[in-house]
């Protein structure tokens, strides 16, 4: 397990990995609009753009959007986070794809990310004043990794790893 900057897309896709455990240096006003800028140019339906991203750097603020997760730590640790809020009538799809390629391009940065759900929509709107129809699921969570205390929280959970291929595909037909 590293955490160094991947040395090329392939590896970039299959090296990405959640970091929790964040520098306190913030991140850079370059590398936070790299990422946006990753996100912005994230294909969607219909190419409809379906979002916005709403970052969130106020530590106040982002305590309480920790507050409407269930395993929300790494947003009270992060020195910034994203939320993608879906618009009206967009795909919760497509807010996968723009979280995916936020994360990625962070990490080809060395920026570390964290994705976590906001399981109470209810207080991420309230807390994100959003407009009625506007979904914050998601928070995404970014800062440079403490290596140390990332593989110490590692160590501790027994969680890692994918399953094998052979057990993933399958051709033609389910059966
Ligand atoms: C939809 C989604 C929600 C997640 N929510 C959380 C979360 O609330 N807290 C957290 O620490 N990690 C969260 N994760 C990170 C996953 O636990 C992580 O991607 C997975 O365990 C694989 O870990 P790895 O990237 O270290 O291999 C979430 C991931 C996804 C895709």
Not at 56 to 74: E, I, K, M, T
């Given at each position: 397990m590293s955490f160094e900057i991947p040395s090329d897309p392939y590896n970039a896709v299959l090296g990405l990995r959640v970091v929790r455990k964040y520098l306190a240096e913030p991140v850079s006003a370059e590398d936070a609009a790299a990422i946006l800028e990753a996100g912005r140019w994230t294909g969607s339906a219909?190419?409809?753009?379906?979002?916005?991203?709403?970052?969130?750097?106020?530590?106040?603020?982002?305590?309480?959007?920790?507050?409407?997760?269930?395993?929300?730590?790494?947003?009270?640790?992060?020195?910034?986070?994203?939320?993608?809020?879906?618009?009206?009538?967009?795909?919760?799809?497509?807010i996968g794809r723009v979280s995916q390629n936020m994360m990625l391009a962070a990490s080809t940065r060395g920026v570390g990310s964290c994705p976590v759900t906001l399981h109470d929509e209810a207080c991420a709107a309230e807390v994100l004043s959003l407009p009625a129809g506007h979904q914050a699921r998601y928070a995404l969570c970014f800062g440079y990794p403490d290596i140390e205390a990332e593989a110490a929280g590692r160590a501790s959970r027994s969680m890692s790893g994918r399953k094998p291929i052979d057990e993933l595909v399958i051709r033609n037909r389910w059966a």
């Open positions: 219909k190419n409809r753009q379906d979002w916005m991203f709403l970052v969130v750097d106020d530590p106040d603020q982002q305590g309480r959007l920790a507050d409407c997760g269930q395993f929300s730590q790494p947003l009270r640790d992060a020195r910034l986070a994203v939320v993608p809020v879906r618009l009206p009538d967009g795909y919760e799809f497509d």
